[in-house]
């Protein structure tokens, strides 16, 4: 796949999904111990997000290092924002700021889904 291409559909899938993570190996089959913690620090938030295996995407996986400026996975996206990996995610959680993050998102995209 062309590298353009690449860089469209992580554009695609960053602005198609307020809530996603780039991780080797899925939530529930995590692929290396950084995804795996991230994956847990995310179900513990309990809130819904998507997430790319880029170990099933080798053209993301070359390709999004150098789109996002960051050299690692995984890597959390929010609202079309990099969040960070694992380390930055870790601290986040245990200060409580990802939870308020990640529930703030979730509640504004819900409301969107299911207007009353």
């Known amino acids: 796949m062309e590298t353009n291409e690449t ?12 809530i996603i993570v780039y991780m080797k190996g899925s939530p529930k089959l995590p692929s290396c111990g950084f995804s795996s913690q991230v994956a847990q620090i995310m ?3 309990n809130a819904q997000f998507a997430f790319v295996d880029i170990l099933q995407h080798p053209d993301i996986r070359s390709e999004l290092p150098k789109y996002a400026n960051w050299p690692t996975f995984p ?21 409580g700021e990802l939870q308020t993050l990640i529930t703030e998102t979730a509640a504004k995209y819900q409301s969107e889904e299911n207007p009353s």
Do not use: H, R
Not at 7 to 18: L, R
Not at 75 to 95: A, N, P, R, S
């Open 43 to 45: 179900i513990n938030c």
């Open 75 to 95: 890597q959390l996206w929010v609202e079309g924002e990099l969040i960070g990996g694992c380390d930055i995610l870790t601290e986040m959680y245990q200060k």
């Open 7 to 18: 860089v469209e559909k992580i554009k695609q899938q960053i602005a198609e999904n307020p």
